[in-house]
């Protein structure tokens, strides 16, 4: 530790150290060309099975020969050529062979880390990571690092990102996690059993190939809608338990930490102040039993679900949790739409409703599967208020507010007088909202 | 809020209360009732004549159905123009359009990611340009269309000075 101008002057050309991905990676590269030719088989069966007969075992084994060594060497020359470096500011990707591609990622804009593990990754100790920012590609993901190096990855980059010195950001480690929220295994197979949508999809995956084997008696074109239906049926329950099994929501000074999943394990981190909207989400059948299913927008993140199954007041401690100062507006709270609305929908009408507090702008709408959508003042992007011809011969209209992860959360059938004094006090509010919010560096 | 509230004190004073709206210019209407006019005058024509010639001149009175679409088209833009306005408020921008569907739009400054001047071959003919907003929300539609270009670019440079003073993203 020399002057301070000093000091700069070294850093302008620091000297980024470049790294290479885990050596397994190219087994996962070789696999693309074995995927085309699968790809390939199952798009056209009929002229596949007739290549097929047509080679000989001698051809088979040649192209085999051929193939594998190629695809080999692809793995391998794409691995070679792809390194990754963390600077001050950015993570920094660079990759291809002969199209070159360098990925800038800067450090202040991420929404998201993720770590995620494949059943076959799990096994070869490896990982993925992958920053969530506006705009990410899927090419941007580090896939595969190790398994400790990912995590300390994750680690360093958080703490670049959170605004620790640089040169302590390696020393910082991983941040202390408090669990908030476990999801037993009985109680998300319960709620699934209660899910219309798992039935509905199995009825669907029963009932409609043999019909259509009743109607065409072709056996492709019942294959070609049972395969697809019976997929989503199976996504449905069974992929939904698997990757919702074992959810886990805790709390550090990193921000929200979300683990899950049977099989593949997937390990997310959101900083503080990412979340856009948060929605509760009431089905019928859950009513009973006072649960409710949470789900969470951050701009450029795939994972929607914060919590997949939870009693009522759990999980509305976790949402005060994830969004600071937010209580959640009890059902008493939320002020119906007027009676002229039903008007415009008949009986839905009723599930509307609309609170407004000193911090967000929450939204009910449904009335078998309830779901309240909230949105702190601090995240608006805009406001708009729509009407249409027969909401204005009702006097009635719509208040719409978009949010930086492309949702918009829509307030219908409001009083017109009131949705118009609701949308000049709504762009109020976002403005001002914006002033208590914390930096985008959470740790300055 | 100091920034950029010295040179219009007089025009924030007034948006404190009512804001102060401005409505398209009229360029956009006559270009638009223009294309209108030349678009369905081809259409009655090529109409009438290929009617006229192929199933005699009784049919050909069909051609007259695009001119009545044309008095209709031409007092329905004539409403959608004077629908479309705007107003410069000291922290938003405020954009109202629609006849029967109408829609009201508000953008706080600090929320614009980039503004966008756009004109095509048919604009540019005409003189016109027209504005457009992006903020961090996909679904924020604020666009002011047929603007005179001097107009579009003195908003275009006001805005972007406005959004950097009050800058506030995601």
Same mark, same amino acid.
């Given at each position: 530790?020399?002057?301070?101008?000093?000091?700069?002057?070294?850093?302008?050309?620091?000297?980024?150290?470049?790294?290479?991905?885990?050596?397994?990676?190219?087994?996962?590269?070789?696999?693309?060309?074995?995927?085309?030719?699968?790809?390939?088989?199952?798009?056209?069966?009929?002229?596949?099975?007739?290549?097929?007969?047509?080679?000989?075992?001698?051809?088979?084994?040649?192209?085999?020969?051929?193939?594998?060594?190629?695809?080999?060497?692809?793995?391998?020359?794409?691995?070679?050529?792809?390194?990754?470096?963390?600077?001050?500011?950015?993570?920094?990707?660079?990759?291809?062979?002969?199209?070159?591609?360098?990925?800038?990622?800067?450090?202040?804009?991420?929404?998201?880390?993720?770590?995620?593990?494949?059943?076959?990754?799990?096994?070869?100790?490896?990982?993925?990571?992958?920053?969530?920012?506006?705009?990410?590609?899927?090419?941007?993901?580090?896939?595969?690092?190790?398994?400790?190096?990912?995590?300390?990855?994750?680690?360093?980059?958080?703490?670049?990102?959170?605004?620790?010195?640089?040169?302590?950001?390696?020393?910082?480690?991983?941040?202390?996690?408090?669990?908030?929220?476990?999801?037993?295994?009985?109680?998300?197979?319960?709620?699934?059993?209660?899910?219309?949508?798992?039935?509905?999809?199995?009825?669907?995956?029963?009932?409609?190939?043999?019909?259509?084997?009743?109607?065409?008696?072709?056996?492709?074109?019942?294959?070609?809608?049972?395969?697809?239906?019976?997929?989503?049926?199976?996504?449905?329950?069974?992929?939904?338990?698997?990757?919702?099994?074992?959810?886990?929501?805790?709390?550090?000074?990193?921000?929200?930490?979300?683990?899950?999943?049977?099989?593949?394990?997937?390990?997310?981190?959101?900083?503080?102040?990412?979340?856009?909207?948060?929605?509760?989400?009431?089905?019928?059948?859950?009513?009973?039993?006072?649960?409710?299913?949470?789900?969470?927008?951050?701009?450029?993140?795939?994972?929607?679900?914060?919590?997949?199954?939870?009693?009522?007041?759990?999980?509305?401690?976790?949402?005060?949790?994830?969004?600071?100062?937010?209580?959640?507006?009890?059902?008493?709270?939320?002020?119906?739409?007027?009676?002229?609305?039903?008007?415009?929908?008949?009986?839905?009408?009723?599930?509307?409703?609309?609170?407004?507090?000193?911090?967000?702008?929450?939204?009910?709408?449904?009335?078998?599967?309830?779901?309240?959508?909230?949105?702190?003042?601090?995240?608006?992007?805009?406001?708009?208020?729509?009407?249409?011809?027969?909401?204005?011969?009702?006097?009635?209209?719509?208040?719409?507010?978009?949010?930086?992860?492309?949702?918009?959360?829509?307030?219908?059938?409001?009083?017109?007088?009131?949705?118009?004094?609701?949308?000049?006090?709504?762009?109020?509010?976002?403005?001002?909202?914006?002033?208590?919010?914390?930096?985008?560096?959470?740790?300055? | 809020?100091?920034?950029?509230?010295?040179?219009?004190?007089?025009?924030?004073?007034?948006?404190?209360?009512?804001?102060?709206?401005?409505?398209?210019?009229?360029?956009?209407?006559?270009?638009?009732?223009?294309?209108?006019?030349?678009?369905?005058?081809?259409?009655?024509? $090529?109409?009438?004549? %290929?009617?006229?010639?192929?199933? *005699? #001149? +009784?049919?050909?009175? @069909?051609? !007259?159905?695009?001119?009545? /679409?044309?008095?209709?088209?031409?007092?329905?833009?004539?409403?959608?123009?004077?629908?479309?306005?705007?107003?410069?408020?000291?922290?938003?921008?405020?954009?109202?359009?629609?006849?029967?569907?109408?829609?009201?739009?508000?953008?706080?400054? $600090?929320?614009?990611? %980039?503004?966008?001047?756009?004109? *095509? #071959? +048919?604009?540019?003919? @005409?003189? !016109?340009?027209?504005?457009? /907003?992006?903020?961090?929300?996909?679904?924020?539609?604020?666009?002011?269309?047929?603007?005179?270009?001097?107009?579009?670019?003195?908003?275009?440079?006001?805005?972007?000075?406005?959004?950097?003073?009050?800058?506030?993203?995601?």
């Amino acid at each position: 530790m020399t002057a301070p101008g000093v000091d700069d002057a070294v850093r302008e050309k620091p000297p980024v150290t470049e790294r290479r991905l885990h050596p397994v990676t190219p087994l996962r590269r070789a696999w693309a060309p074995v995927a085309v030719l699968i790809g390939w088989a199952v798009h056209d069966p009929d002229q596949a099975q007739r290549q097929l007969t047509r080679l000989t075992t001698t051809t088979l084994l040649i192209a085999l020969a051929l193939l594998l060594p190629a695809a080999a060497l692809y793995g391998f020359l794409t691995w070679w050529f792809t390194h990754f470096a963390v600077t001050d500011t950015e993570l920094r990707i660079r990759t291809g062979l002969l199209f070159r591609r360098t990925a800038h990622i800067r450090l202040e804009r991420i929404q998201a880390v993720d770590i995620t593990q494949p059943l076959l990754a799990r096994v070869a100790g490896v990982a993925k990571l992958k920053l969530d920012v506006v705009g990410a590609d899927k090419k941007d993901e580090l896939a595969f690092l190790g398994e400790r190096e990912a995590r300390a990855l994750r680690a360093e980059l958080l703490a670049r990102a959170a605004g620790f010195a640089p040169e302590t950001a390696h020393e910082v480690g991983e941040a202390p996690v408090r669990e908030l929220l476990r999801t037993p295994a009985r109680d998300l197979a319960i709620s699934l059993v209660l899910t219309g949508a798992t039935w509905g999809t199995l009825a669907a995956a029963l009932v409609v190939p043999p019909l259509l084997w009743l109607a065409t008696h072709s056996v492709w074109t019942v294959l070609a809608t049972a395969v697809p239906l019976l997929g989503a049926a199976g996504a449905s329950s069974v992929g939904r338990f698997v990757s919702e099994y074992d959810w886990t929501v805790g709390e550090s000074p990193d921000g929200l930490r979300i683990d899950h999943g049977l099989l593949d394990r997937t390990h997310e981190t959101v900083p503080p102040g990412r979340v856009q909207t948060v929605r509760i989400v009431e089905p019928l059948l859950w009513r009973r039993r006072g649960w409710v299913r949470v789900e969470l927008d951050v701009a450029g993140s795939s994972n929607s679900v914060l919590v997949p199954v939870a009693p009522r007041e759990v999980a509305e401690a976790v949402v005060a949790r994830v969004l600071p100062g937010v209580t959640v507006p009890p059902a008493s709270a939320l002020s119906r739409p007027p009676r002229r609305a039903g008007r415009c929908v008949p009986v839905w009408w009723r599930g509307h409703g609309l609170a407004v507090t000193d911090t967000v702008f929450a939204a009910r709408h449904g009335l078998l599967r309830r779901s309240l959508a909230l949105v702190p003042h601090a995240k608006v992007q805009s406001v708009r208020l729509a009407q249409g011809p027969w909401e204005r011969l009702w006097r009635v209209a719509d208040v719409h507010v978009d949010t930086g992860a492309n949702k918009t959360v829509t307030t219908r059938l409001r009083d017109a007088q009131e949705a118009a004094e609701l949308l000049k006090r709504q762009a109020e509010r976002s403005r001002t909202g914006r002033k208590g919010a914390r930096p985008d560096r959470w740790m300055v | 809020m100091e920034t950029g509230s010295a040179g219009n004190t007089g025009k924030t004073a007034a948006a404190e209360g009512e804001p102060v709206w401005t409505g398209l210019p009229p360029g956009l209407l006559r270009m638009r009732r223009l294309l209108l006019v030349v678009w369905l005058g081809l259409l009655a024509v $090529g109409l009438g004549l %290929l009617l006229d010639l192929l199933a *005699g #001149p +009784v049919w050909a009175a @069909f051609a !007259l159905l695009p001119l009545a /679409l044309m008095a209709w088209g031409w007092v329905m833009l004539g409403h959608n123009w004077r629908s479309w306005r705007y107003a410069e408020r000291a922290d938003d921008l405020l954009i109202s359009k629609g006849v029967l569907w109408r829609e009201e739009t508000v953008v706080p400054y $600090g929320r614009m990611q %980039l503004v966008e001047v756009t004109s *095509g #071959p +048919v604009e540019r003919h @005409f003189g !016109l340009a027209s504005v457009q /907003l992006h903020t961090a929300a996909a679904a924020t539609d604020a666009t002011i269309p047929g603007l005179d270009p001097a107009e579009a670019e003195r908003l275009r440079d006001r805005l972007t000075e406005l959004g950097e003073a009050r800058s506030a993203g995601l």
